[in-house]
């Protein structure tokens, strides 16, 4: 029998090799059947082991104290929080209460600091294990609960054990959320059963001294079920009897704990009642409290003596969280709400005080409601916004209903750490709510919170539209709130000249004042932005105007544009920098809805610039985000579709484009139809369906006409359009594209426009009996233009178009040279589909293969100094290059001599050393 779980060794053996074993472990039953003793002797013997244990017991009391629980779980990872990132280092700092905050704290921070606090504990290797363990969980407070439930989630190689009480109207769903783990592994369910009759004996003996008789021991442990609590609760009233029950008088009701205890306290002196009472309000019960509170120290003697409390040197616990409950549910609703003033009264910490002034308050009464509001901003700022919401609903229930102006900025405070907790729903209501009841200033941010909940929360756009549109109404037209509107429906609104207006007046607006600047970099990063889709001169001042406001914090509202712009001009570099840098920043503050904006950014940017492997781990994470916030998965989707396209792998991006354009006719969504279009027309040009592709190109023009994008930046379809065009014979209509590619290409110069109009102009001269040689030295010396990490598929291209426009001259050898390049560098890229494309264009020119005279003068060098034995790196001193250069060099010269060896090589050097 292990010490304090008598009648429980199988169970404990049961839950330690669950333990041991991959998976959370619940710990389940109901009040009282002893899962805390249970629970800790598992935590005492996972120390006994050598595991780090990382353990909280929270309370009914303390489940409105924010990041209470968090505390203690965290507070033996103290020693690693100047370690954190700085956002992160002070949101530890606050919950361990360890550091003054002078900034706000986002309730998303502090889950990634509990996040990085846990992977450091598990990363160290310095124990055996790792334990989270949590008792009482459903008493957890509500931002503890959602930290923990954030790092549990993410973080692999935990132990984790949590207890909660199973009954009447306890919830059903696992907590924390540990059934949703990334693992997947099983929640191991231990469910504590009743003790029998001998094990109830020797609970009672231990606990009260009492040794009953077999036949009142079996009567005792079949009234309370099993449950030792009960059974403790019910001895001690058979105790309180004049005499003993006879075999044949019923035994106290143990239905209730509640009535059981009533009895108890009814039987306490009465200064000893009511300082169980106060106890059992306060958060944290101190004698320090209960002094001023005038209870003395004799007042505690009774309820102690009967069992229900505990006094240490510093305060007052009681012997299970159920007599606490119970003692609350017991005080009449007058006489709590005296004794909550009393507490206000007397105590000096304002947040505590502030929470028994909201419970003791019955009208409306401006000090009290000033009071809350102050707290509700202090926890607002602490990072627990669902707590600030209550403190600012009751503020605003105790303002004076004439007070309209205080009165509607409590109720918008409300809506607002509603969203910021994640809440939309309740978000929403809120935020209606408050635009129906007021007018002015107020009903212009509650209908621009309604908006931006729309926009966050995955509604239509057009909510988000309708909604700022009205809250512009509502607002003065030269104010900085309207400003702000203007400057999110420059975002929200997809109707480029519409939206493009909006951010020139909110840019106007906003100019001067200091506390705006983060909305004024936005709103002129994106006057910039839809000028040029319009079809104007990029302003770049705009953004670099911008980009100076800014500073080191991208406003959310535009923060992905300039990558955006840097990235439609194939500046991969830099797009990647920003993109980065910001990633970086979202994973210190846990915001995971751009954590996955910007990888879906970075999957594109690695897709353009040929690193496909670095863009399949950005769309792959995307991805798996994605489907942990419920985003709909359509751009990470058409990524990879997209991906797969250029991999050759065209029957599952059809899939894709084919659902997608099914989504976007049912959703009638744009944006959606745009780029399931172009997936569309580049899966059949890749698979050589030109009729297809040439239908998919026309269709996805209309779409961007319809919607007045002159400039669509991120659509960069016209030269495969042309091809397309070209190959079914639609010449005219292929002139016609190559004058609109050759207007964007004027307005705004790019690398891909220069190597699609060059590409293009082949084609069609070749294809129209026009002598290609003009258009083939344009194309020669656009490819040189273009380094080779910029855009390699394209460049690559370039050459297939080289070959076939040189085939169908009936000149073999250039023809054969430019499609062997083409072919080596799709390969090299990984470009399946199109080295299948370059292998089947060779076919056609014939002829016999290449002689090493055919090789270019580095490369014959290279294949002399390899058939002679050098190895790459001695190969690469003699010629100044790199050994990745040699390797590059080999694995053409091998494709051109069709061969495979260095033992080939030599038979073949020597071969062309005697034919010259």
Partial sequence: MRRGIVGRDEVFDRAWQLLSQPGPVLLEGPAGIGKTELWRALVAQAAQAGWLVLSCAPTEAESELPYAALADLLRPLADRVAALPRPQRVAAEVVLLSGDAHEAVDVRVVGAATRSLLEAATAANTHPAVLVAVDDAPWLDRPSERALRYALRRVTGLATLVSRRRGPGAPGDVPLGLDEGRNGDPVGRVEVPPLDVGALHHVLRDQLGATLSRPMLVRVAREADGNPLLAIEVVRAVQRLPRQPAPGDDLPVAASMHHLLADVLAGLPLASRAAVRLAALLTVPTLADLAAAEVSAAALDAPEEAGLIVVTPTGVRFTHPVYAAAVRAGIPPGVRRRLHRQLADLLTDPDERARHLALCATDPDPVVADTLAAAAARWHSRGAPDLAAELHDRAGQLTPADDRVRLGHRRLAAARCRFDSGDFPAARQAAEAVASEFDGDVRAESLLLRAVVAWSGGEAARVAVDNGTRALAAARPDSALAGRIHAHLAVFDDRTEAAREHAEAAATLLDGRHDDHDLLAAALVLLFFQEVRLGQAPRTDLLDRALTLEGDEPAWLASTVPAIWWKSIDDAERARRRLHRMLGRAEARGDEPLQHELLSHLGEAELLAGRWDEAERHITAARELGDQLGTGLVGET???????????????????????????????????????????????????????????????????????????????????????????????????????????????????????????????????????????????????????????????????????????????????????????????????????????????????????????????????????????????????????????????????????????????????????
């Fill in 638 to 916: 058409w990524l990879a579709g997209l991906l797969d396209a250029h991999r050759g792998r065209l029957a599952e991006a059809t899939r894709v484009a084919e659902s997608g354009l099914r989504l976007a006719d049912e959703l009638d969504d744009d944006w959606c139809r745009r780029i399931h279009q172009q997936l569309a027309g580049f899966v059949a040009l890749s698979a050589g369906r030109m009729e297809e592709a040439a239908s998919a190109y026309t269709s996805l023009a209309a779409t961007i006409d319809a919607n007045g994008l002159v400039e669509p930046l991120a659509m960069r379809f016209e030269p495969d359009w042309i091809e397309a065009c070209v190959a079914v014979g639609d010449l005219d209509r292929a002139a016609a594209v190559l004058e609109r590619l050759t207007a964007r290409h004027r307005r705004l110069p790019r690398p891909w426009t220069t190597l699609g109009s060059a590409r293009a102009r082949a084609l069609l001269d070749s294809a129209t009996g026009v002598d290609p040689g003009e258009a083939l030295d344009a194309l020669t010396v656009a490819r040189d233009a273009v380094p080779p990490d910029v855009l390699p598929l394209d460049r690559a291209r370039c050459l297939l178009v080289a070959g076939i426009v040189h085939r169908r001259s009936r000149r073999k050898l250039p023809a054969r040279q430019a499609l062997e390049g083409a072919l080596a560098e799709f390969t090299a890229i990984g470009a399946a589909a199109f080295a299948d494309r370059a292998r089947a264009e060779l076919a056609r020119v014939g002829g016999r293969p290449p002689t090493p005279r055919h090789l270019t003068a580095t490369e014959e060098r290279v294949a002399q100094l390899a058939a002679r034995g050098r190895t790459n790196r001695a190969i690469a001193d003699e010629l100044f290059i790199s050994p990745k250069t040699v390797e590059a060099n080999l694995a053409r010269i091998y494709r051109k001599l069709s061969i495979s060896t260095r033992a080939e090589l030599g038979a073949a050097m020597s071969r062309a050393d005697a034919q010259a």
